[in-house]
């Protein structure tokens, strides 16, 4: 399993928060032991935004979990906040998540490995799905939506620390890279999404 990046103040702040929320992994125990939270304070930087690429569909079902019968991909529980620059949490924001399948290829036809969840009052957003392959000139990544009430759209997307194609990709970013731990036979992945609203 890849290491962990070293923690920013933002990845340390969104740590102790799933501490705190409780977020565990398969089978009831917590994935990864975490960090406590530090203060925050307002006025924390947005999350950096990202092209959508050629991929994306609207109209995603309504699931949280993504994985497709038979798939032989490894599962991945990507869980996490969404919050306000001042560390609120925003309840019914709307998180779209949408990726490459096990082979490196998107369903243009219909919606594998597409789906949408809105956050519960804690702000607290859940998907299961899989690892995705690499594709020609691009690293592992997945490509998020998120959307709080009446607010503008933040499109971006999460990348996975470790990769040999990270350093390779002029699109990946430091600040999107998602906190990863192993968890029995899969991984669990988490990010904190910050909206430009106060």
């Not at 398969?26 to 999350?47: N, R, S």
């Not at 998107?106 to 789906?115: A, C, E, I, P, S």
């Not at 470790?162 to 731990?181: I, K, Q, S, W, Y």
């Amino acid at each position: 399993m890849p290491s962990v990046p070293h923690p920013t103040r933002r990845r340390l702040l969104a740590a102790g928060a799933f501490a705190m929320t409780g977020i565990i992994g398969d089978g009831g125990a917590v994935a990864a032991p975490l960090p406590v939270t530090p203060q925050c304070h307002d006025g924390d930087e947005p999350t950096v935004r990202q092209t959508a690429g050629p991929y994306f569909k609207p109209s995603s079902p309504q699931r949280a979990d993504l994985v497709e019968s038979g798939s032989k991909g490894r599962v991945v529980e990507l869980a996490g906040l969404v919050l306000t620059r001042s560390c609120r949490p925003v309840a019914q924001a709307l998180v779209d998540l949408w990726h490459a399948d096990e082979r490196g290829d998107y369903d243009n036809v219909g919606f594998r490995y597409r789906g949408h969840l809105f956050t519960d009052d804690a702000g607290r957003y859940r998907f299961r799905t899989i690892l995705p392959a690499l594709y020609p000139g691009r690293t592992r990544h997945y490509h998020v939506k998120v959307q709080a009430p009446q607010q503008p759209v933040l499109t971006t997307q999460l990348y996975f620390p470790d990769e040999p194609g990270n350093n390779r990709d002029g699109l990946f970013r430091r600040e999107l890279l998602m906190r990863m731990a192993e968890a029995g036979d899969g991984l669990s992945a988490q990010f904190a999404f910050v909206l430009d609203i106060r």
